[in-house]
């Protein structure tokens, strides 16, 4: 779908978002029993052509699209302005990234969600913008007790890949997997590399310092690179003192739309099959 609609709104994150609407907007799609998408990013350092809000803008763009596919099922949604003050474990060590708590972060969620309950809305679909591991694992863990403490059915939408990654329990109520293998490629490409550029590429062009592009050499990292890098902090950064892990000078625009729209098929069709199954 090249839906020039998509980016009608500018480089604002807050477009076809609650914070765009009125309250009696708001109440009425509580009335209508819209779910709730929500991207949770963070604002860190992508490489020195990529900008920190990387992962706050990539799931915001794909929710947008997701809700018009689940629009198409007929399924109402509404998206929340994205969550951005997460946590860096892995890049801390770089200026500009941003790193809070797990506390905070949990009960930053727990408030969100006491608040969508109070409006009566009744589910939420939580979207992570960010690889890190604790990131990812603080997420899962708010969803959970979100739920006790909130009463809003709230989920963690994850692919496969990282699910298995992160070790999540899979059949556990809070998590709503969606199947994505990514391609088996010699090296890895995980952060700010060929994939991420070509996201960002293809839906905010002016973020990307696209003449630095040719002179970033690939870094060639291997699993076991990798897994030290995803220890973080000094770590991370004595593996990719440029702050990227990947290829970024091989990125397209266009790669960078098939992505971001696969992903928005597949977490929006994951929403649906919940939806449509009544939900537990
Ligand atoms: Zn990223």
């Known amino acids: 779908m090249n839906d020039p609609e998509l980016t009608r709104g500018g480089y604002s994150i807050f477009d076809e978002t609650l914070a765009d609407l009125t309250y009696p907007e708001v109440e009425a ?4 029993g819209a779910v709730i998408l929500w991207g949770l990013g963070v604002i860190e350092e992508h490489g020195p052509h990529l900008p920190l809000g990387t992962d706050v803008y990539l799931p915001y763009v794909t929710l947008k699209l997701a809700r018009r596919f689940l629009d198409a099922r007929g399924i109402k949604a509404a998206i929340l302005p994205p969550f951005y003050w997460g946590i860096n474990n892995v890049t801390g060590s770089f200026a500009g990234s941003i790193t809070v708590r797990p506390e905070t972060m949990t009960r930053l969620m727990f408030d969100v969600f006491q608040s969508l309950r109070k409006d009566g809305f009744e589910t939420v679909f939580c979207v992570s913008g960010q690889g890190d591991a604790l990131h990812n694992h603080t997420l899962a863990q708010a969803t959970q007790q979100g ?10 939408v994850v692919s ?3 699910a298995e990654r992160l070790a999540l329990d899979t059949r556990a109520v809070h998590v709503l997997v969606y199947p ?7 090296y890895a490409d995980v952060h700010a590399g060929r994939g991420e550029t070509s996201m960002v590429w293809a839906y905010y062009p002016k973020l990307v310092r696209q003449e630095l592009l040719p002179k970033l050499e690939p870094t060639r990292l291997t699993a076991e690179d990798l897994a030290e890098w995803r220890k973080g902090w000094a770590n991370a950064r004595r593996k990719t003192p440029a702050g990227y892990l990947g290829d970024p000078a091989a990125a397209d625009p266009e790669r960078g739309r098939m992505i971001i729209e696969t992903q928005a098929r597949l977490v929006a069709n994951v929403i649906a099959a919940k939806v449509e199954s009544g939900i537990p």
């Open 180 to 186: 994505l293998t990514p391609p088996q490629e010699p």
């Open 147 to 156: 739920r006790v403490e909130s009463g809003i059915r709230a989920y963690f």
């Open 29 to 32: 799609l509580a009335r209508e």
């Open 160 to 162: 496969s890949a990282w």
